[in-house]
């Protein structure tokens, strides 16, 4: 019997082969629907890339207190004051979302500024802290950009490839095999009326 790429040309086959076109088109349908919602996901995050900048110029106006209160204030009540707050404790949580690896941090234990005695020590703490928490904010948006555009690169390559090669390729598996089918029928039809022609 005829064959392609080690397929026999059978109504067997060709049942297979139609199964499997499906299966993958239903694949397809799914990894198109994901790339979708990743792309919207993306999309969502990205308006908020303009914290960045927001964030490093509330930095620099921190530090500009910072070196204002350190020229006043002095080295030695800078030094004082960290030794009476506790360092802070933080967690860190990893999640899949539709595949996708994101990672968010807990504060279990946000340090104690609170208890600084210098009261201009104390401003110029919180607003490191402040700033900090709002850097951290960005550098987690920016990593669930990072990972959802790595996947969505991903994505759109696989449901490209199965749309330009492998779903052609199946279907011009399942033609050959239709019209090696109808070419053996054809051929054993004209073989029995030549039999059953000579006999009678």
Avoid: C, W
Avoid at 17 to 40: G, H, N, W, Y
């Amino acid at each position: 019997m005829s064959s392609i790429m080690g397929v026999s040309a059978s109504r067997g086959a060709l049942l297979e082969a139609r199964k499997q076109l499906q299966f993958i088109k239903k694949s397809t349908e799914i990894l198109e629907m994901k790339r979708d919602k990743v792309a919207s996901e993306l999309n969502k995050y990205l308006g908020q890339l303009g914290k960045r900048e927001e964030a490093e110029k509330k930095i620099m106006e921190t530090y500009t207190k910072f070196v204002k209160a350190l020229v006043n204030v002095g080295h030695e009540e800078f030094t004082s004051a960290s030794m009476v707050v506790s360092k802070m404790k933080t967690r860190l949580h990893r999640h899949l979302v539709m595949g996708i690896e994101e990672y968010d941090v807990e504060i279990v234990e946000p340090p104690s500024v609170e208890s600084i005695p210098n009261l201009v020590v104390k401003e110029v703490a919180n607003e490191f802290y402040k700033v900090f928490m709002e850097m951290l904010e960005v550098a987690i948006i920016e990593n669930k950009i990072e990972a959802l555009a790595y996947d969505l690169m991903n994505t759109a390559r696989k449901v490209n490839a199965l749309q330009k090669i492998i779903i052609p390729s199946y279907q011009d598996l399942i033609r050959y095999i239709e019209e090696r089918i109808m070419e053996e029928e054809l051929s054993e039809f004209v073989r029995t009326k030549f039999i059953v022609d000579k006999k009678g």
